[in-house]
Each structure stands twice: as C-alpha cells, then as structure tokens.
C-alpha cells in the first residue's frame, strides 16, 4: 500500500498544483457535470461544447492537453501541464 511521505511524487510541488493533484487523484474533483448535480451550475456542458464534462472527458478535452492517470500516479511533464491547465 503506497502512504504518504516525503518521497510521494508531486509533494514538492507548488501548493497549488499538490493541491490540484489530490483532488484528481481522490476523485473528488468538481467537474461541471458534479456542479450541475449539486444544484451549482446551470448546465453540465464543458467548454468544448461536449454535452458532459465529466473528471474522465476532461482527462481528454481537446481544449486541454490530454493527460491518464499513469501521467498523474508518475507525476511526469504531462501531468504537471494538465494540472496547470484544469479548474477542479
Ligand atoms: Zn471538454
């Protein structure tokens, strides 16, 4: 079982960002889709005009450069712009 220490990838990352990481990686991320449910948002429309903005379409929006989890689990370039990029 992985545990939280010093040596977890992204925990040198600014706090923004570690912060945007566990959210993904918890799944407790706050798509348009999830704001909709919660009575939050009018619609569950991403920007893209994809009729479900979903934590899993927004892994691969072509409005963001697409991402997996293997990227996040890694911490790698490509997780770290995605992670840029999102509004969770
Ligand atoms: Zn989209």
């Not at 407790?28 to 920007?47: Q, V």
């Not at 892994?59 to 992670?83: I, Q, S, T």
Request: proline share 8%; with cysteine.
């Amino acid at each position: 079982m992985d545990t939280f220490s010093p040596h977890t990838p992204g925990c040198d990352l600014l706090r923004k960002t570690w912060v945007r990481l566990i959210i993904v990686n918890t799944a407790c991320a706050k798509p348009c889709f999830t704001l909709k449910h919660f009575g939050l948002r009018s619609s569950p429309n991403c920007d893209s005009l994809h009729p479900c903005q979903t934590l899993d379409h927004l892994m691969k929006c072509p409005l963001e450069a697409p991402v997996e989890f293997g990227d996040l689990k890694c911490v790698n370039a490509r997780a770290l712009e995605w992670l840029e990029q999102i509004e969770v």
